[in-house]
Protein backbone atom coordinates (compact mmCIF):
# COMPACT_ATOMS: atom_id res chain seq x y z
CA UNK A 1 0.00 0.00 0.00
CA UNK A 2 1.25 3.55 -0.69
CA UNK A 3 1.57 6.07 1.87
CA UNK A 4 3.81 7.90 4.22
CA UNK A 5 5.12 6.73 7.49
CA UNK A 6 5.97 8.39 10.43
CA UNK A 7 7.68 7.61 13.83
CA UNK A 8 8.11 6.78 16.44
CA UNK A 9 4.57 7.62 17.45
CA UNK A 10 5.75 9.04 20.86
CA UNK A 11 8.87 10.51 21.73
CA UNK A 12 10.01 11.79 25.24
CA UNK A 13 13.02 13.61 25.37
CA UNK A 14 14.97 15.62 27.90
CA UNK A 15 15.61 19.18 27.94
CA UNK A 16 19.20 20.05 25.94
CA UNK A 17 19.00 16.75 23.50
CA UNK A 18 18.64 16.42 19.76
CA UNK A 19 15.60 13.94 18.54
CA UNK A 20 14.71 13.22 14.76
CA UNK A 21 11.51 12.45 13.66
CA UNK A 22 11.28 10.19 11.09
CA UNK A 23 9.07 10.55 7.52
CA UNK A 24 9.16 8.25 4.64
CA UNK A 25 6.33 7.74 2.01
CA UNK A 26 6.08 5.77 -1.29
CA UNK A 27 4.01 7.78 -3.00
CA UNK A 28 6.91 8.93 -5.30
CA UNK A 29 6.23 12.62 -4.83
CA UNK A 30 8.47 15.26 -5.51
CA UNK A 31 7.52 17.41 -2.41
CA UNK A 32 7.50 16.86 1.29
CA UNK A 33 7.00 18.71 3.93
CA UNK A 34 6.91 19.13 7.59
CA UNK A 35 4.13 20.67 10.25
CA UNK A 36 3.86 21.44 13.76
CA UNK A 37 0.84 21.20 15.19
CA UNK A 38 -0.38 22.85 18.59
CA UNK A 39 -3.92 23.40 20.15
CA UNK A 40 -5.83 26.22 18.60
CA UNK A 41 -3.32 27.18 15.92
CA UNK A 42 -3.62 25.28 13.18
CA UNK A 43 -0.69 23.07 11.10
CA UNK A 44 2.35 25.63 11.07
CA UNK A 45 4.87 25.45 8.35
CA UNK A 46 8.71 24.61 9.61
CA UNK A 47 10.64 23.25 6.09
CA UNK A 48 9.38 21.99 3.27
CA UNK A 49 11.53 20.35 -0.02
CA UNK A 50 10.48 19.96 -3.87
CA UNK A 51 13.66 17.89 -5.04
CA UNK A 52 16.60 15.56 -3.45
CA UNK A 53 19.30 17.77 -1.79
CA UNK A 54 17.41 20.73 -1.41
CA UNK A 55 14.95 22.57 1.26
CA UNK A 56 13.45 25.76 2.31
CA UNK A 57 12.44 27.07 5.49
CA UNK A 58 8.80 27.81 6.52
CA UNK A 59 7.19 29.82 8.70
CA UNK A 60 8.64 28.43 11.69
CA UNK A 61 12.06 26.87 10.83
CA UNK A 62 14.28 28.54 13.97
CA UNK A 63 15.10 25.30 16.29
CA UNK A 64 14.66 22.64 13.48
CA UNK A 65 16.58 20.94 10.54
CA UNK A 66 16.12 18.76 8.07
CA UNK A 67 17.65 16.67 5.26
CA UNK A 68 16.66 15.59 2.34
CA UNK A 69 19.24 12.78 0.73
CA UNK A 70 16.60 10.56 -0.99
CA UNK A 71 13.10 11.31 -2.56
CA UNK A 72 11.69 9.19 0.19
CA UNK A 73 12.82 10.52 2.88
CA UNK A 74 12.76 13.56 4.77
CA UNK A 75 13.60 13.51 8.61
CA UNK A 76 13.31 15.91 10.84
CA UNK A 77 15.76 17.05 13.63
CA UNK A 78 14.24 18.75 16.30
CA UNK A 79 17.56 20.58 18.38
CA UNK A 80 18.12 21.57 21.98
CA UNK A 81 17.89 25.29 20.44
CA UNK A 82 14.13 24.97 20.40
CA UNK A 83 12.65 26.25 23.07
CA UNK A 84 9.33 24.90 22.99
CA UNK A 85 8.88 21.53 21.31
CA UNK A 86 6.60 19.72 22.45
CA UNK A 87 3.35 19.25 20.08
CA UNK A 88 2.13 17.21 17.39
CA UNK A 89 4.39 16.85 14.16
CA UNK A 90 2.99 16.36 11.16
CA UNK A 91 4.53 15.22 7.60
CA UNK A 92 3.18 15.69 4.47
CA UNK A 93 4.26 14.95 0.53
CA UNK A 94 2.45 15.68 -2.73
CA UNK A 95 3.54 16.35 -6.45
CA UNK A 96 4.42 19.69 -7.51
CA UNK A 97 1.75 20.60 -10.31
CA UNK A 98 -1.49 22.06 -9.70
CA UNK A 99 -4.30 21.89 -7.41
CA UNK A 100 -2.93 18.55 -5.94
CA UNK A 101 -3.38 17.46 -2.29
CA UNK A 102 -1.05 16.85 0.29
CA UNK A 103 -0.86 13.39 1.58
CA UNK A 104 -0.26 13.44 5.38
CA UNK A 105 1.40 10.80 7.70
CA UNK A 106 -0.11 9.87 11.18
CA UNK A 107 2.16 12.22 13.34
CA UNK A 108 4.56 11.80 16.13
CA UNK A 109 3.87 13.44 18.99
CA UNK A 110 7.01 15.04 20.92
CA UNK A 111 6.86 15.65 24.00
CA UNK A 112 9.90 16.73 26.35
CA UNK A 113 10.33 15.78 29.88
CA UNK B 1 2.37 33.19 5.14
CA UNK B 2 -1.47 34.07 3.53
CA UNK B 3 -4.02 34.64 6.81
CA UNK B 4 -6.50 32.02 7.29
CA UNK B 5 -9.02 32.66 9.21
CA UNK B 6 -11.71 30.06 10.95
CA UNK B 7 -13.91 32.12 13.60
CA UNK B 8 -15.77 29.10 14.79
CA UNK B 9 -13.89 27.31 17.26
CA UNK B 10 -16.11 24.70 18.05
CA UNK B 11 -19.32 23.33 16.36
CA UNK B 12 -22.17 20.85 17.40
CA UNK B 13 -24.63 19.33 14.95
CA UNK B 14 -27.55 16.67 15.56
CA UNK B 15 -27.00 13.41 13.45
CA UNK B 16 -29.02 13.89 10.49
CA UNK B 17 -28.11 17.54 10.22
CA UNK B 18 -26.85 19.92 8.69
CA UNK B 19 -23.81 22.16 9.90
CA UNK B 20 -21.75 25.00 8.14
CA UNK B 21 -18.46 26.27 8.58
CA UNK B 22 -16.63 29.64 7.85
CA UNK B 23 -13.55 29.97 6.50
CA UNK B 24 -12.11 33.65 5.53
CA UNK B 25 -8.93 34.34 3.82
CA UNK B 26 -6.83 37.03 3.19
CA UNK B 27 -4.77 37.34 -1.02
CA UNK B 28 -4.28 40.01 -3.23
CA UNK B 29 -3.67 36.74 -5.28
CA UNK B 30 -6.71 35.59 -8.58
CA UNK B 31 -5.55 32.09 -9.07
CA UNK B 32 -5.20 30.00 -5.72
CA UNK B 33 -6.49 27.15 -4.44
CA UNK B 34 -8.37 26.29 -1.36
CA UNK B 35 -8.72 23.10 0.41
CA UNK B 36 -10.90 21.67 3.47
CA UNK B 37 -9.16 18.88 5.36
CA UNK B 38 -11.05 16.80 8.15
CA UNK B 39 -8.42 15.86 11.62
CA UNK B 40 -10.75 12.72 12.99
CA UNK B 41 -9.93 11.70 16.86
CA UNK B 42 -7.46 9.58 15.26
CA UNK B 43 -5.46 12.54 14.03
CA UNK B 44 -4.79 11.63 10.61
CA UNK B 45 -5.20 14.26 8.05
CA UNK B 46 -7.69 13.69 5.28
CA UNK B 47 -8.51 15.95 2.44
CA UNK B 48 -12.04 16.68 2.21
CA UNK B 49 -12.54 18.86 -1.08
CA UNK B 50 -10.79 21.10 -2.88
CA UNK B 51 -11.48 24.17 -4.93
CA UNK B 52 -10.03 26.28 -7.82
CA UNK B 53 -10.36 30.06 -7.62
CA UNK B 54 -10.58 30.18 -11.51
CA UNK B 55 -13.66 27.76 -11.46
CA UNK B 56 -17.04 29.43 -10.79
CA UNK B 57 -18.82 26.37 -9.84
CA UNK B 58 -19.06 25.48 -6.13
CA UNK B 59 -17.03 22.53 -5.40
CA UNK B 60 -19.03 19.09 -3.80
CA UNK B 61 -17.96 15.78 -2.56
CA UNK B 62 -20.82 13.67 -1.22
CA UNK B 63 -22.32 15.15 1.37
CA UNK B 64 -19.43 17.93 1.85
CA UNK B 65 -20.38 20.98 -0.88
CA UNK B 66 -18.53 24.26 -0.64
CA UNK B 67 -20.03 28.06 -0.98
CA UNK B 68 -16.82 29.50 -2.41
CA UNK B 69 -17.42 33.68 -2.51
CA UNK B 70 -14.32 35.27 -4.48
CA UNK B 71 -14.81 38.57 -3.89
CA UNK B 72 -16.00 38.25 -0.26
CA UNK B 73 -12.71 36.22 0.13
CA UNK B 74 -14.76 33.65 1.76
CA UNK B 75 -14.85 29.78 1.69
CA UNK B 76 -17.69 28.23 3.88
CA UNK B 77 -18.04 23.94 3.97
CA UNK B 78 -21.25 22.89 4.67
CA UNK B 79 -22.05 19.40 5.92
CA UNK B 80 -25.24 17.76 5.13
CA UNK B 81 -26.84 14.63 6.37
CA UNK B 82 -24.53 14.76 9.40
CA UNK B 83 -22.79 11.31 10.45
CA UNK B 84 -21.20 10.13 13.58
CA UNK B 85 -18.07 9.68 11.77
CA UNK B 86 -17.85 13.32 10.86
CA UNK B 87 -16.94 14.29 14.22
CA UNK B 88 -13.50 15.74 13.73
CA UNK B 89 -11.35 18.92 13.50
CA UNK B 90 -11.79 20.71 10.01
CA UNK B 91 -9.04 22.96 8.40
CA UNK B 92 -9.49 25.44 6.19
CA UNK B 93 -6.57 26.34 3.95
CA UNK B 94 -4.73 27.54 1.26
CA UNK B 95 -2.27 27.81 -1.90
CA UNK B 96 -0.59 30.11 -3.98
CA UNK B 97 0.48 28.03 -6.68
CA UNK B 98 1.78 30.98 -8.60
CA UNK B 99 4.79 31.12 -5.97
CA UNK B 100 6.07 27.52 -7.40
CA UNK B 101 6.15 26.52 -3.84
CA UNK B 102 2.81 24.77 -3.05
CA UNK B 103 2.76 26.01 0.65
CA UNK B 104 -0.62 25.41 1.99
CA UNK B 105 -1.54 27.74 4.92
CA UNK B 106 -3.79 26.50 7.44
CA UNK B 107 -6.67 28.46 9.56
CA UNK B 108 -6.93 27.38 13.41
CA UNK B 109 -9.36 24.78 12.87
CA UNK B 110 -12.86 24.12 14.04
CA UNK B 111 -14.03 20.93 16.09
CA UNK B 112 -17.17 19.56 14.75
CA UNK B 113 -18.82 17.40 17.41
CA UNK B 114 -22.24 15.51 15.41
CA UNK B 115 -24.36 14.32 18.42
CA UNK B 116 -26.47 10.75 18.16
Known amino acids: DGGITQSPKYLFRKEGQNVTLSCEQN?????MYWYRQDPGQGLRLIYY???????QKGDIAEGYSVSREKKESFPLTVTSAQKNPTAFYLC????????????FGPGTRLTVL | AQTVTQSQPEMSVQEAETVTLSCTYD???????LFWYKQPPSRQMILVIR??????QNATENRFSVNFQKAAKSFSLKISDSQLGDTAMYFCAFMKPLSNDYKLSFGAGTTVTVRA
Open chain 1, 27 to 31: LNHDA
Open chain 2, 51 to 56: QEAYKQ
Open chain 2, 27 to 33: TSENNYY
Open chain 1, 49 to 55: SQIVNDF
Open chain 1, 92 to 103: ASSIVTGANEQF
